[in-house]
T-cell receptor
Framework: GENVEQHPSTLSVQEGDSAVIKCTYS??????FPWYKQELGKRPQLIID?????GEKKDQRIAVTLNKTAKHFSLHITETQPEDSAVYFC???????????FGKGITLSVRP | DAGVIQSPRHEVTEMGQEVTLRCKPI?????LFWYRQTMMRGLELLIY????????DSGMPEDRFSAKMPNASFSTLKIQPSEPRDSAVYFC????????????FGPGTRLTVT
């Protein structure tokens, strides 16, 4: 089955700097890659996603890039703000089923 | 749209008791998912339904866990009997049919089994 790993497990940046969170996946058949943000005590919320036929997608301060050859994808957050502090989960969906495999999550801390 | 609705939001019960968690998906969504989240194991998919039919229950930990979806607007996850190691946050999520397969999570039920 699919295996999704996230690196690093924690990340601390200064407000205003950029943050990059990386994920790797194992199944080359995976074709959909969402990113979720989970604030403390809240539900995971979808913030951006990408399909396997696209290399990059941007939405204001966040962007996701996908390298199918290397089987990794990354979340980029520019001009970080304290409210970006949260746990970020990447996930991968394989083939025709709808089973998302989640990474373990990365805790991002933005220092004011 | 109210989003995915879950009840109760918090549940405290004693070991051995039956626990029933409830979920109302977003109207029009064909997929419904039950997840469990703990610090140790992260976010785990327990079971998911498509058009009210269970598709994959390979994540259900034991026979003590069961899930039903009697209609398109309601699902339950039951634990009987409950054990302290079942303590976790249980999320329900729903999603539409389509290429993206995005999923939208409910607020979760925090279960504590003493």
């Amino acid at each position: 089955g699919e295996n999704v790993e996230q690196h690093p497990s924690t990340l601390s940046v200064q407000e205003g700097d950029s943050a990059v969170i990386k994920c790797t996946y194992s199944d080359s058949a995976s074709n959909y890659f969402p990113w979720y943000k989970q604030e403390l005590g809240k539900r995971p919320q979808l913030i951006i996603d990408i399909r396997s036929n696209v290399g990059e997608k941007k939405d204001q301060r966040i962007a996701v890039t996908l390298n199918k050859t290397a089987k990794h994808f990354s979340l980029h957050i520019t001009e970080t703000q304290p409210e970006d502090s949260a746990v970020y989960f990447c996930a991968a969906l394989t083939g025709a089923n709808s089973k998302l495999t989640f990474g373990k999550g990365i805790t991002l801390s933005v220092r004011p | 749209d109210a989003g995915v609705i879950q009840s109760p939001r918090h549940e405290v019960t004693e070991m051995g008791q039956e626990v029933t968690l409830r979920c109302k998906p977003i109207s029009g969504h064909d997929y419904l998912f039950w997840y469990r989240q703990t610090m140790m194991r992260g976010l785990e998919l327990l079971i998911y339904f498509n058009n009210n039919v269970p598709i994959d229950d390979s994540g259900m930990p034991e026979d003590r866990f069961s899930a039903k979806m009697p209609n398109a607007s309601f699902s339950t996850l039951k634990i009987q009997p409950s054990e302290p190691r079942d303590s976790a946050v249980y999320f329900c999520a729903s999603g539409p049919t389509g290429l993206l397969r995005e999923q939208y999570f409910g607020p979760g039920t925090r279960l504590t089994v003493t």
